[in-house]
């Protein structure tokens, strides 16, 4: 079956402005995970959704970041007034009812803030 | 804080070598376990899950092993072949109070594998 599928593959936009980036989890996945992938920092944790609640953001760099998911489905990460720090590859994962379900990751948007 | 580390950070072999990679993390109250692939300009696949309570899982020439006690999980790969050649994470979910989890995952920094032929 399809998997975990996210757009753009790659977003190159210039400091200051928003970008929105999206998931599509794999069909009756009710976990959704954000993770953001640099250099610097390897692979970090941003937001977990158990349906369309967030129970756990701890890991929202700041007040610029934020997401949404809707229908129990797609979500959306959108970054308000990019920085050059914001620059990565932010990889999408869902993962099926029941806790002890592995998660399955999407190829990842790379986005580029110049 | 968990941390987690992954040793070595990178590994050059031949082919037909079997070869062991390590993975340490501080806090042992973890849910579960997973060691993920990574090919370049990929996304991440998971090749093994090892929940808190196993000792080890398997899958074709994987293996891989837990000791919760001592912090420390190993990822054994049997007759490397080129084709293994990737970045092989490893990554660990905590337990919240009470034994549920959350599940969000805490990752190595990875190790690099090059199989030559």
């Known amino acids: 079956g399809a998997g975990v599928s996210q757009s753009p593959s790659n977003k190159v936009t210039e400091k200051g402005k928003d970008v929105e980036l999206r998931c599509d989890p794999i069909?009756?996945?009710?976990?959704l995970y954000w993770y953001r992938q640099s250099l610097g920092q390897g692979l970090e944790f941003l937001i977990y959704?158990?349906?369309?609640?967030?129970?756990?953001k701890s890991g929202l760099p700041s007040d610029r970041f934020s997401a949404e998911r809707t229908g129990g489905s797609v979500s959306t990460l959108t970054i308000q007034r990019t920085q050059q720090e914001d620059s990565a590859v932010y990889l999408c994962?869902?993962?099926?009812?029941?806790?002890?379900?592995?998660?399955?990751f999407g190829p990842g948007t790379r986005l580029t803030v110049l | 804080k968990q941390e987690v580390t992954q040793i070595p950070a990178a590994l050059s072999v031949p082919e037909g070598e079997n070869l062991v990679l390590n993975c340490s993390f501080t806090?042992?109250?973890?849910?579960?376990l997973q060691w993920f692939r990574q090919d370049p300009g990929k996304g991440l696949t998971s090749l093994l899950l090892?929940?808190?309570?196993?000792r080890e899982q398997t899958s074709g020439r994987l293996n891989a092993s837990l000791d919760k006690s001592s912090g420390r999980s190993t990822l054994y790969i049997a007759a490397s072949q080129p084709g293994d050649s990737a970045t092989y994470l490893c990554?660990?979910?905590?337990?919240?109070?009470?034994?549920?989890?959350?599940?969000?995952?805490?990752f190595g920094q990875g190790t690099i594998l090059t199989v030559h032929p």
């Open positions: 806090d042992s109250a973890i849910y579960n």
């Open positions: 069909s009756g996945h009710t976990a």
């Open positions: 990554a660990v979910r905590l337990s919240n109070a009470g034994g549920t989890s959350y599940g969000k995952l805490t």
């Open positions: 090892i929940q808190s309570s196993q």
């Open positions: 994962a869902s993962s099926p009812p029941g806790l002890q379900g592995r998660q399955y």
């Open positions: 959704f158990q349906g369309n609640s967030a129970p756990d």
